[in-house]
Every structure is written in C-alpha cells, then in structure tokens.
C-alpha cells in the first residue's frame, strides 16, 4: 500500500501529538509503512478512512507505538537502547532487574515489546480480537 500524504494527513488527525514537527515526513512513512505490514493480513480488511475501519486502527496504532518505541523525543534523538521490562528496582543503592526470560521466547518477547507503550498494548488488543475471529465493523 502507498503511504499518501491524505494517510498521513489522517493519521496525524488521530494522533495529533505525532505533528510534523517532532516528527519527520519520512518518519511517519517508515512508521506507517511498518503498521501497514503488520496489519497485512486480510482478516484486518482493507484501509478505509472511516474511523470504525480495522485496517485503518491497527496500521495507525501500531505507527503510533513505532514513533513513541524508536522515537520517545522525536526525530531530533531516536531510542539508543533496548526496551526491556522491569522485573525489580531499589531505589537505595540503585538497583534495577530486567525481566530476561522474555529473550528466549519469540511469542512473550513480542508482547512485552508491544508491550512498552499503551499504543503497543492496544494494538495488542485488536490483534487478539482479529484472531479470535470477533470483528465489530
């Protein structure tokens, strides 16, 4: 699928807070380009500008959780590091554990990735309804 600027024009209606000024065009391309693949099946339908549209919310939710995963600060700085999930911390002494048991399981892996982020955890929750075979269209 081709990210137009009228896709881009309605995502960043629906995600206002991604404007072109933290992000970069091309950013947001590479960000809608990845939620289009990952929402490339047909069970999710086919992009529709109508808000109730499947495709349409899980290729902009997952864009979302790419831009806030890569680029917590905008463009200008991109993540450096690894997200991982925090299994324990102590603030005397500055103690932090990583939860590592997800490294070795691709399925938990993904989901505490998607995790990270609340647009990562709903887009977790569309893909569960589109696999279950419950789609309100």
């Known amino acids: 699928m081709e990210i137009t600027q009228s896709i881009i024009g ?6 206002p ?6 992000y970069t065009n091309t950013i947001i391309v590479d960000a809608l380009c990845n939620g289009d693949f990952e929402t490339g099946s047909k ?3 086919s992009y529709s500008i109508d808000c109730h549209n499947y495709k349409r919310k899980g ?3 997952y864009a979302a959780f790419y831009l806030v995963a890569f680029y917590p600060c905008g463009t200008s700085k991109p993540a450096s590091e690894a997200k991982r999930s925090i299994q324990s ?3 005397g002494d500055k103690s932090v554990a990583y939860n590592t048991s997800n490294d070795t399981n691709n399925k938990s892996a ?3 990735f998607l995790g990270s982020n609340i647009f990562g955890q709903q887009f977790m929750r569309l893909r569960r309804m589109k696999t279950s075979g419950f789609v309100v269209l």
Not at 10 to 15: E, K, Q
Not at 17 to 22: A, E, P
Request: charged share 15%; net charge negative; glycine share 4%.
């Open 110 to 112: 993904d989901a505490s």
């Open 10 to 15: 309605d995502f960043l209606s629906a995600y």
């Open 43 to 45: 069970k999710w339908g």
């Open 89 to 91: 911390q102590s603030i």
């Open 17 to 22: 807070q991604f404007d072109n000024y933290n």
């Open 59 to 61: 290729m902009f939710t």
